[in-house]
Nanobody, 124 residues
């Protein structure tokens, strides 16, 4: 299984970015985005179930970020609007194996496969 995240970059506060994650090798039940800022623990950002399209968001992401998926292309996206310096981090996509219909866990341990991460830097 391979996950390839892309779309990160350097932007100014208030700007938008769209992250993409291409998944190859198998199907999955849920996809998620996590992030890790320097010196901080990895934290959950958003997740979506492959079936039903159920979503979960961290409080910091709710209202600004939107997670979506394209099942036919095995892609997951994270649209990030109104970015602020607190969003600066390496963003990782992750997927969970089959067998958990409609579930969207918020904990990293629930996800089996991880991408390499893409850097998002927001300047003030």
């Amino acid at each position: 299984v391979q996950l390839q995240a892309s779309g990160g970059g350097l932007v100014q506060a208030g700007d938008s970015l769209r992250l993409s994650c291409a998944v190859s090798g198998r199907t999955f039940s849920a996809m998620a985005w996590f992030r890790q800022a320097p010196g901080k623990e990895r934290e959950f950002v958003a997740a979506i179930s492959r079936n039903l399209g159920r979503t979960e968001y961290a409080g910091s992401a709710k209202g600004r970020f939107t997670i979506s998926r394209d099942n036919a292309k095995n892609m997951v996206y994270l649209q990030m609007n109104s970015l602020n310096p607190g969003d600066t981090a390496v963003y990782y996509c992750a997927v969970r194996g089959n067998g958990f219909y409609g579930q969207v866990p918020r904990v990293g341990e629930s996800y089996n496969y991880w991408g390499q991460g893409t850097q998002v830097t927001v300047s003030s």
